[in-house]
Nanobody
Framework: QVQLAESGGGLVQAGGSLRLSCVVSGRTLRDYGMGWFRQALGKEREFVAAISWRGDRIYYADSVKGRFTISRDNAKNTVYLQMNTLKPEDTAVYYC????WGLGSPTDRNYDYWGQGTQVTVSS
């Protein structure tokens, strides 16, 4: 059984930074493509960033391109989302997800395992 645990969320002022972490247990991380998604209150879940199992393909939503960076450390079974220049509209619960086929993609239905989420709140 694969389990994902996010951490690093919190309250930050606009313009600030946070780094989210997602630790994968139960299987080795290097087998999986990984993605970050978010869901704001009253809105549908949306794609944020994704990385393939080898890290050779990376995708970002247009809304975060240039501000967020996804990375992975397979030795630590951890995926990161570095978030800079945060805006109030980035406020959401952030989820990491694992794609068994290793591709990483912007489509949430391609993911097989999900974490519980971590709250990010950006004040203006």
């Amino acid at each position: 059984q694969v389990q994902l645990a996010e951490s690093g969320g919190g309250l930050v002022q606009a313009g600030g930074s946070l780094r989210l972490s997602c630790v994968v247990s139960g299987r080795t991380l290097r087998d999986y493509g990984m993605g970050w998604f978010r869901q704001a209150l009253g809105k549908e879940r949306e794609f944020v960033a994704a990385i393939s199992w080898r890290g050779d393909r990376i995708y970002y939503a247009d809304s975060v391109k240039g501000r967020f960076t996804i990375s992975r450390d397979n030795a630590k079974n951890t995926v990161y989302l570095q978030m800079n220049t945060l805006k109030p509209e980035d406020t959401a619960v952030y989820y990491c997800a694992a794609d068994f086929w290793g591709l990483g993609s912007p489509t949430d239905r391609n993911y097989d395992y999900w974490g519980q989420g971590t709250q990010v709140t950006v004040s203006s």
